[in-house]
Every structure is written in structure tokens, then in C-alpha cells.
């Protein structure tokens, strides 16, 4: 209750509403209104307001769409790093067998030399010696 309630039950009124009756019948009016209703709202049962329920399938729909997700998002990942790893392997493993090729046919290459080595290294005949022999003198003087 405010200070102008009290100074209309004690009768004590402003001299506003002394002059002017229907605006203090409206006012009292008024104030009764308002204490009918308030009075009627508290006397009222009040109904028990149940919580909110949890929609618990919404829920576990949306989780278990977040875990498709993100295991499709993963999956895809690791399939591309498991392809990357593979192509890494596979250009190790072709540099290797390039590298064992081109080493063997340095080998292949070095016999066959040797080969033809052998082969165009005759021995002179024996009726040959003396001229051979001169040769291998002139090749000594630098002529």
C-alpha cells in the first residue's frame, strides 16, 4: 500500500479531489477493481506447471547424425592419407628398381666391354714375334 492509499482510507484528500468528486469516485472505483482482481487471482488454485519435457529422440537423431558425420569426414580422410602414404611407397620402390636396372646394365655393359676386349686381343702369332717385337721398341723410343 503506497502513501496515497493510506491518505484516501483516513480520509485525507488532495485538495485535486476535493473539487472534483467524480474524478475521486473514479479513483475509488478503480482501486476497488484492482483489489477485486488481485484478491480473485490469489484466491484461484493455481495450476502446477509441469517442466518441459526433454525430447530425448530429437536429441539422439541429431548426436548420432553428428557421429555419421564426422566418421565420414575422418573415413575420407584417412583413405586419402592411406593413398598418399601408398603413392610415396610405390615412387620409393620405382626409383629402387630404376636405380637396380641402370646398375645392371652397367654390369651387362662392362662384361660385354670385357668381352670384346677379350676378343679383339689376339695374341700374335708366333711368325710375327720379331716384327712384334720391333714394335713394342719403337713404342718405347716414342716414334
Given amino acids: 500500500m503506497n502513501r496515497r492509499d493510506e491518505d484516501l482510507e483516513s480520509g485525507r484528500v488532495d485538495e485535486g479531489l476535493e473539487s472534483e468528486p467524480e ?4 479513483l475509488g472505483n478503480f482501486k476497488s477493481s484492482v483489489d477485486a ?25 541429431w548426436a548420432l547424425g553428428c557421429v555419421v558425420f564426422t566418421g565420414t569426414v575422418s573415413g575420407g580422410l584417412y ?3 592411406r593413398q598418399q602414404e601408398a603413392a610415396k611407397i610405390a615412387a620409393v620402390r620405382s626409383a629402387e628398381q630404376q636405380h637396380e636396372l641402370a646398375a645392371q646394365r652397367a654390369t651387362e655393359e662392362a662384361e660385354l666391354m670385357a668381352k670384346v676386349d677379350n676378343d679383339i686381343a689376339r695374341e700374335v702369332p708366333s711368325a710375327l714375334e720379331p716384327l712384334a717385337s720391333l714394335m713394342d721398341e719403337n713404342q718405347n723410343t716414342g716414334n
Avoid at 23 to 26: F, W
Avoid at 37 to 61: C, F, Y
Fill in 79 to 81: 583413405q586419402n592419407h
Fill in 23 to 26: 474524478l475521486r469516485e473514479a
Fill in 37 to 61: 482482481w488481485s484478491d480473485a487471482m490469489m484466491s484461484r488454485p493455481h495450476e502446477v506447471q509441469i517442466p518441459a519435457r526433454t525430447n530425448w529422440g530429437l536429441i539422439t537423431k
